[in-house]
C-alpha cells in the first residue's frame, strides 16, 4: 500500500492552481500537524497488515512546514507501519521555502526523494504564473539538496504557458537538462475552472498557446528529454534509469493507497474515497465525504484509462488475472479499431498508446468507455 | 339549467394582440365573477399547459362559464371562449369566434394597434361579432389612450370614445367591461325545439373520458341519451356526459339548449373523428345540414423529426400518436434519413405549431430530438406531365425530370413604426418579396403589404423581423397560392458525403449566399476530429462554397494522480455523453445542435 499525505498550505495561491491549498498562520499548521498525526496512527491500527511501498508528501507545499514537523509525521508512521526495506519517501517542495537545514531534516528522517516545482526557467513566465522564486532561487535550492545528499529529485515544468514561445520553452528544457535531475515531470497547463487562469482564459484566449504550438512543445520535450537521457514513462513524465517514481506509477498500476489530509482520496479494495476539504470539519474529526464503491465495470475502465497512461501501456495477461477473458475480447475490438486509426499499437502481451495517440489519449478512452457500453448491452 | 333564461347568456371571446393583456383580463373576469378567489387564482387560469404560461401565448381554446350578477339586480352566465392567439392557428380562431356572439378587443393603450389586432378584427367581422373596444394597460407610464382610442376609431372604424379604460392587471375598470358586455354584446339566438346543431370549436384528448368536444349550441339541445352524430366525419356515439365549464374543472348537467356552450364526451377515441368546425347533431332526429364553414386543415410546414437516441423511435411514435389525439392538424409519416435514421416527416400549421410541438415533446416526453430544416410544400411538375408534392428535399426528383417548380405565396401584413420601415423594406426584398403597398395608420406607424414566399419566411423571418426594429414589428400572414419559381436543391457535403438531414430547397439567386453561411455556420459547429474535414456547399456537382475543419492534434488529460482519478474520469464521462449526442455521418461527428443551428441564419449588418 502507498501512503500520500497532503499538506494544504502555500505562501499564496498561484495564479494556475486548483488544488486544495491555501495561505496559512503557525497556529493552524500545528492544529493541522496535530491531526494528522491523529490520522495516521487511527490508520495505522486500521491497516496494519498492510506493508508500505511509498510515502508521498504533497501539497500545497509541504516544504513550508516548521523543519520538525515531517520527521515527527514520518516517525509516527514507522512506528504504526511496516515500511518495505526500499520504500521511497517523497517530499515535495517549492523553491523559496526551502532551507539547508529543513533539507536536512528531511534526510536525516529517511526521505530519499525531493519533487521541486521549478517550472520554467524564465522569470518572466514564473511571474505570471504567480511563483514566489526566480529560476535562479529555484536551482540555489536544488544544488542545496544535493549538497544535503539527496540523489533522487524530481523538477517539474511546465509548458503551453501564456507568453511562452517554443524557444522560450526549449531553453527551459536545456537548462533543466543542465541540471541534471534523476526525474522530469513537465506538464501542459490545465486551464482550470475557478482559477484566475480561467478567467484571463475567457477574456483574452489569444494570450495562450494554440494547440498548433503546445503540440509542438510536447514533441520538443519527448525529443529533448529522451536525446538527455531520459525515458518517457508515462504522458508527462521521464526518468533516468531506475528512477521512475514509484510512488505515481502506482497510482496507474493498481496500486493501492491511503490518503491522508485533507481532501486526500485513497483507494482501497474496491472503494474509492476522500476526506472532507472543510479544514474545520477535518480538524474536528469528520473525515469522509466521498465514498464511491467501484463496480466491476468502473475498474475496468480504470484498467485501461490509467494504464494506458503508461508508456508500456496494457496487458492482457493483466488484464485476464483481475476480470475475465471474454471481457477482454470487448475491450480489444475497441483497441483493434483505434490501432487502425493509428492512436494505439500493439505490444508483446498487449497494447500501447501510440505517438500520435499520446497526444489524442482521450479519444482512446471515451471509446473504451463506450466500448463497456455495448458490453452492458450484451449482458 | 335548461330553463336558464337565453337572454341572460353572453357567449364572446376576447381577441388581442399578443402581450396586450388578453389572458389576464380573462383572469380577472373570472375573479370578479366570483368563481374563485384571488388567492386560488394561479396566474393566467386559462393558459393551462405549462407552455402557454411560459410563453405567455394561448395554444389550445380555452372556455369558462361563470355567473355574474349585473348591477341591475340579475344574474347573467358568461360563457368566455379564450382563442389561441397566433397566425399558425387562425381556423381554430375563427371556429372559435363562430361560437361567439360578440368579441372583447384588447388593445394595449400604449403600444395600439398591431398586425394580429387588425387580422382578429377582421375575422371577428367576417363572423358578424358585435366588437367591444377595451383599452388596457392604462396605469403604464407610456399609456395614451387618446391617441389609441383615436386609431380604434380611424383604422378599424369602431367606436371607442366609451371604450372601458382599464387595467386587467390591477382590476381597475374591470367592472365597467361585465357591465358593457351585458349592454353590448347580444343574446344568442337559436331553437331548443329545432334539431340539434352544435359547432365544435376545440375537442380534447383525456385518457379516463376519451375524447371531449368542446361546443357551441347553435340549434336544439342534446341530453345524455342522445346519440351524436358529426356530419362531416359521419362518426357517432351515444352521450355519455355532458356539462358547462367550471375554471379547471367539467360540470356536468342532463342538458344543453340551444344558446348554451358546454362540452360532450361519448367515448370517442381520437379527436380525427371530432373535427374542429364539424356540426354534432342527433342521429336520431339530425339536422338537414351543417353549419357553415368547416373546412379541414392542411399543414403548412414540414420537418423531419428524429430522436437523438435511435434506440428511442418507437417512443416517438407513441408521443406522436398521443400528441395527435389533442392536435387534428399534427400530421406525421415514417421516414429514414441516411444521417438521422429512423425518424417521422411531420406536418405543421406553421413554424410556432412546430416549435410547440417540439417542445412538447421533448418536456412532456422526455425525448431528446433533431429537427431537419422546416420545408414547405412545394408543386413539382414533372416533364411526363404528373405533378408532385414535395416537403422533404430528398424526395425531389432528378433535374432533368423537372419541367419547373412552384412555391407556395403568402400575403403578409407587417405593422411597424415608421423609423423601422426601411429596414424592415431591405429585410422583405431580401426574402424576395413583392411590395404591394403601405398605408400609415397615424404618423408614426405604417402597415407593409407583401407577397412573400412562405419558405422565406419560416426559418428565421420572425426573428430578424423583431431584431431589426427592436422588437416593434408585428407580422400576420396568410396563404394565397402557388406561383413559379426558379428553385434548386442545395446539398451540404461533409467530408465529400452529402448529408441528407441538411439539404433543402431554395431559389436559385440566394442559394450562394445561403451555401456559403451554412459551410461557415458547420465549420463553428462541428467539432475538431482526428483528420482534416472538408465542409462543402453544392449544387448538383457544382461545389459552390467550402469551409475546413481542421484535424484535432490535441486531446489529452495532462496530470491525472491519485487525488485525481475521479474526477478526470467524470471529465472523460462527460466528454463521452457530449459524443452521444453526435451523428455518426460517414466517419464524420456532427453534433446535433449543427443540425438546428443552420437554420437561423440572418446576418444583419
Known amino acids: ?60 507545499t509541504p516544504s513550508l512546514l516548521p523543519a520538525e514537523a515531517i520527521p515527527t509525521l514520518l516517525s509516527s508512521i514507522r512506528d504504526g507501519f511496516v515500511l518495505t526495506n526500499d520504500c521511497e519517501v517523497t517530499v515535495e517542495c517549492n523553491p523559496g521555502t526551502l532551507t539547508e537545514e529543513k533539507l536536512q531534516a528531511f534526510y536525516a528522517a529517511g526521505v530519499n526523494r525531493i519533487s521541486m516545482g521549478v517550472q520554467s526557467a524564465d522569470d518572466g513566465e514564473l511571474r505570471t504564473l504567480g511563483r514566489i522564486h526566480t529560476f535562479a532561487e529555484a536551482v540555489e535550492n536544488f544544488h542545496l539538496a544535493r549538497k544535503v545528499g539527496f540523489d533522487n529529485i524530481s523538477v517539474d515544468v511546465m509548458m503551453a504557458l501564456p507568453g511562452q514561445t517554443p524557444a522560450s ?34 477574456r483574452e484566449p489569444e494570450a495562450f498557446p494554440t494547440e498548433e504550438c503546445s503540440c509542438e512543445m510536447y514533441r520538443m520535450t519527448q525529443r529533448e528529454l529522451t536525446k538527455a537521457g531520459y525515458e518517457q514513462y508515462e504522458i508527462s513524465n521521464y526518468a533516468k534509469p531506475g528512477r521512475r517514481s ?134 | 339549467m335548461a330553463e336558464f333564461d ?4 353572453r357567449n364572446f371571446c376576447i381577441i388581442a394582440h399578443i402581450d396586450h393583456g388578453k389572458s389576464t383580463l380573462a383572469d380577472r373576469i373570472i375573479e370578479k365573477t366570483g368563481l374563485l378567489t384571488s388567492r386560488e387564482m394561479q396566474a393566467q387560469v386559462l393558459d393551462n399547459m405549462d407552455l402557454e404560461r411560459e410563453r405567455g401565448i394561448t395554444i389550445k381554446a380555452q372556455t369558462v362559464r361563470t355567473v355574474y350578477k349585473a348591477k341591475n339586480g340579475e344574474e347573467y352566465v358568461f360563457n368566455l371562449i379564450d382563442t389561441p392567439g397566433h397566425v399558425d392557428f387562425n381556423y381554430e380562431v375563427s371556429r372559435s369566434l363562430a361560437a361567439c356572439e360578440g368579441a372583447v378587443l384588447v388593445v394595449d393603450a400604449a403600444q395600439g394597434i398591431e398586425a394580429q389586432t387588425l387580422a382578429n378584427v377582421y375575422l371577428a ?102 346519440r351524436i352524430r358529426m356530419m362531416a366525419t359521419g362518426a357517432e356515439a351515444d352521450v355519455v356526459e355532458i356539462g358547462t365549464f367550471g375554471p379547471g374543472k367539467f360540470l356536468p348537467c342532463n342538458e344543453l339548449s340551444a344558446g348554451m356552450v358546454g362540452y360532450i364526451t361519448a367515448s370517442l377515441k381520437n379527436v380525427k373523428e371530432t373535427q374542429v368546425g364539424d356540426t354534432v347533431t342527433d342521429a336520431r332526429r339530425p339536422a338537414p345540414e351543417a353549419l ?64 410547440i410541438i417540439q417542445e412538447r415533446l421533448e418536456r412532456e416526453y422526455d425525448l431528446d430530438l433533431v429537427t431537419t430544416a422546416p420545408s414547405v410544400i412545394y408543386h413539382v411538375y414533372k416533364t411526363d406531365g404528373t405533378m408532385l408534392e414535395v416537403t422533404n428535399p430528398s424526395n425531389l426528383p432528378d433535374p432533368s425530370e423537372i ?165 478526470k474520469k467524470k471529465l472523460l464521462e462527460k466528454q463521452k455523453e457530449g459524443k452521444k449526442r453526435m451523428r455518426q455521418v460517414g466517419n464524420v461527428e456532427i453534433p446535433q445542435k449543427a443540425f438546428m443551428s443552420v437554420l437561423k441564419l440572418d446576418n444583419e449588418d
Not at chain 1, 489530509?261 to 470539519?281: C, E, M, P, V
Not at chain 2, 381597475?172 to 357591465?179: G, P
Not at chain 2, 392538424?329 to 405543421?348: D, K, M, V
Request: net charge negative; proline share 4%.
Open chain 2, 6 to 9: 337565453r337572454s341572460k347568456i
Open chain 1, 1 to 60: 500500500m502507498e501512503l500520500y499525505l497532503h499538506i494544504p498550505f502555500c505562501v499564496r495561491k498561484c495564479k494556475y492552481c486548483d488544488f486544495l491549498s491555501f495561505p496559512m498562520e503557525n497556529e493552524t499548521m500545528g492544529a493541522y500537524g496535530n491531526a494528522l498525526l491523529r490520522d495516521v496512527k487511527k490508520a495505522s491500527a486500521q491497516y496494519s497488515e498492510e506493508k508500505i511501498t511509498s510515502i508521498f508528501f504533497g501539497g500545497g
Open chain 2, 125 to 226: 367581422l367576417d363572423h358578424n361579432l358585435e366588437i367591444m373596444p377595451v383599452l388596457n394597460k392604462i396605469d403604464l407610464p407610456s399609456a395614451d389612450p387618446e391617441r389609441v382610442m383615436n386609431e380604434i376609431e380611424d383604422v378599424i372604424g369602431l367606436e371607442a370614445h366609451d371604450a372601458p379604460r382599464i387595467s386587467a392587471k390591477s382590476g381597475l375598470n374591470v367592472d365597467e367591461v361585465l357591465e358593457q358586455i351585458i349592454e353590448k354584446i347580444p343574446a344568442p339566438g337559436g331553437d331548443a325545439r329545432n334539431p340539434l346543431q352544435a359547432l365544435i370549436f376545440d375537442s380534447v384528448y383525456d385518457p379516463y373520458k376519451g375524447v371531449i368536444i368542446f361546443c357551441r349550441i347553435m340549434e336544439g339541445s342534446i341530453s345524455t341519451e342522445t
Open chain 2, 403 to 567: 419541367e419547373h417548380m412552384e412555391e407556395p405565396i403568402v400575403g403578409a401584413e407587417i405593422m411597424v413604426t415608421t423609423e423601422f420601415v426601411g429596414a424592415i423594406m431591405k429585410l422583405c426584398q431580401e426574402r424576395r418579396g413583392v411590395y404591394l403597398g403601405m398605408e400609415y395608420m397615424e404618423e408614426t406607424r405604417a402597415l407593409l403589404k407583401y407577397d412573400l414566399p412562405l419558405n422565406e419566411i419560416i426559418y428565421d423571418f420572425f426573428d430578424a423581423l423583431k431584431s431589426r426594429s427592436k422588437g416593434y414589428a408585428s407580422f400576420d400572414y396568410d396563404l394565397k397560392g402557388y406561383q413559379v419559381s426558379e428553385l434548386v436543391k442545395l446539398d451540404i457535403l461533409i467530408n465529400r458525403e452529402e448529408v441528407d438531414a441538411l439539404s433543402f430547397i431554395v431559389h436559385a439567386e440566394t442559394a450562394y449566399e445561403r451555401g456559403r453561411r451554412m459551410c461557415e455556420r458547420l465549420k463553428d459547429e462541428i467539432p475538431r476530429q482526428l483528420f482534416e474535414i472538408p465542409i462543402q456547399a453544392a449544387i448538383g456537382s457544382k461545389i459552390i462554397a467550402r469551409e475546413t475543419v481542421k484535424a484535432m492534434r490535441k486531446d489529452v488529460l495532462a496530470k491525472c494522480y491519485g487525488g485525481d482519478i475521479t474526477r
Open chain 1, 246 to 379: 514509484r510512488h505515481n506509477y502506482g497510482y496507474w498500476s493498481n496500486v493501492p493507497y491511503l490518503g491522508l489530509g485533507l481532501g486526500a482520496s485513497s483507494y482501497i479494495g474496491n472503494r474509492r474515497f476522500r476526506n472532507t476539504d472543510d479544514l474545520k470539519q477535518y480538524l474536528q474529526g469528520n473525515l469522509y465525504i466521498e465514498d464511491t464503491i467501484l463496480s466491476e465495470r468502473d475498474m475496468q475502465e480504470e484498467f485501461f484509462i490509467l494504464g494506458l497512461r503508461r508508456r508500456e501501456g496494457i496487458t492482457e495477461d493483466a488484464f485476464v488475472k483481475r476480470f475475465s477473458a471474454d471481457t477482454y475480447s470487448v475491450y480489444e475490438k475497441v483497441l483493434c479499431e483505434k490501432e487502425k486509426q493509428g492512436l494505439v499499437e500493439k505490444t508483446k502481451g498487449g497494447y500501447r498508446l501510440s505517438e500520435e495517440g499520446i497526444l489524442l489519449s482521450n479519444t482512446v478512452f471515451v471509446a473504451l468507455m463506450d466500448a463497456e457500453k455495448e458490453n452492458k448491452e450484451k449482458m
Open chain 1, 169 to 202: 520553452y526549449k531553453e527551459t528544457l536545456e537548462r533543466i537538462i543542465a541540471l541534471a535531475p534523476e526525474h522530469i515531470s513537465a506538464y501542459d497547463l490545465i486551464v482550470e475552472e475557478g482559477t484566475c487562469f480561467y478567467d484571463w482564459y475567457e
Open chain 2, 292 to 355: 357553415e364553414g368547416y373546412k379541414q386543415v392542411h399543414p403548412m410546414v414540414y420537418c423531419g423529426m428524429y430522436p437523438a437516441d435511435g434506440a428511442k423511435y418507437p417512443d416517438l411514435r407513441d408521443a406522436l400518436e398521443k400528441l395527435q389525439l389533442n392536435d387534428a392538424a399534427l400530421q406525421f409519416e415514417p421516414e429514414t434519413s441516411i444521417a438521422l435514421g429512423f425518424g417521422f416527416r411531420c406536418g405543421f400549421l406553421g413554424l410556432l405549431h412546430l416549435e
